[in-house]
């Protein structure tokens, strides 16, 4: 089954704390992962994505496919990185791929 | 801009009675995706369209239909709405080819059943 596991609900750091929100999967084939973010009162939209093994606004993610983990990791948090993280799974759906999304891990970022 | 735009953003319907969600774009991408939101719950994806190509998944329920009229928009309709029914509606487009593109979503139409 196809599936992605973000174990926390909400995650409280203060301002300056490194940052790790988990992520596992399941897939039987070679996947491609993502992370999506949403800000207070904005749309859904990529962070980032394993391919492009690329930082943004500081955050990284490494594809573990041994421990089938995608882990979002930032060494110093930042108030403007309260958000909620979604981590999702790319699956061929047809013609076209498809998301499979995690609930989502709720970042609070204390001053 | 070009951006993906939903209306409304907040529907409310009455239990059975049908109800249409409005989903534009103005990124003239191929695929465009309607997923369902509930409370603290992961979006899950409803259906999609790939150009005209409509693709149904296994477990979305036949009381979900959508329609795409041209490449810019693209309507979800609830025919028969339940009280399991409220939630946040996403829509999402894509550019398709060549693996995973990103997908880039609406703000969403939170949809309230009374």
């Known amino acids: 089954a196809q599936r992605v596991t973000q174990p926390e609900k909400l995650l409280s750091v203060f301002k300056g704390a490194p940052v790790e929100l988990k992520c596992n999967y399941s897939?039987?084939?070679?996947?491609?992962l993502f992370w999506y973010v949403q800000y207070s009162r904005q749309r859904l939209q990529l962070l980032l994505r394993?391919?492009s093994r690329e930082s943004i606004k500081g955050f990284t993610a490494d594809l573990n496919k041994g421990e089938t983990s995608f882990h979002l990791k930032k060494p110093f948090a930042q108030e403007e990185d309260s958000a909620m993280y979604y981590c999702?799974?790319?699956?061929?759906?047809?013609?076209?791929?498809?998301?499979?999304f995690g609930t989502g891990t709720l970042l609070a970022v204390q001053p | 801009d070009a951006m993906v735009i939903q209306n409304p953003r907040y529907q409310v319907t009455q239990f059975g009675k049908p109800v249409t969600l409005s989903c534009s774009q103005t990124?003239?991408?191929?695929?465009m995706y309607w997923y369902q939101q509930k409370s603290s719950q992961a979006p899950k994806l409803l259906f999609h369209?790939?150009?005209?190509?409509?693709?149904n998944e296994a477990d979305t329920p036949d009381n979900f239909q959508s329609r795409r009229p041209n490449t810019s928009f693209c309507f979800l309709d609830i025919r028969s709405p339940g009280l399991g029914d409220a939630a946040m509606y996403l829509c999402?487009?894509?550019?398709?080819?060549?693996?995973?593109?990103?997908?880039?979503f609406g703000p969403g139409t939170r949809l309230t059943v009374l």
């Open positions: 999402a487009t894509s550019r398709a080819g060549g693996g995973h593109n990103e997908q880039f």
């Open positions: 897939y039987s084939g070679s996947p491609e």
């Open positions: 394993h391919i």
């Open positions: 999702a799974l790319s699956a061929y759906g047809g013609a076209t791929n498809k998301l499979i």
């Open positions: 990124l003239n991408h191929n695929v």
């Open positions: 369209y790939y150009d005209k190509d409509f693709n």
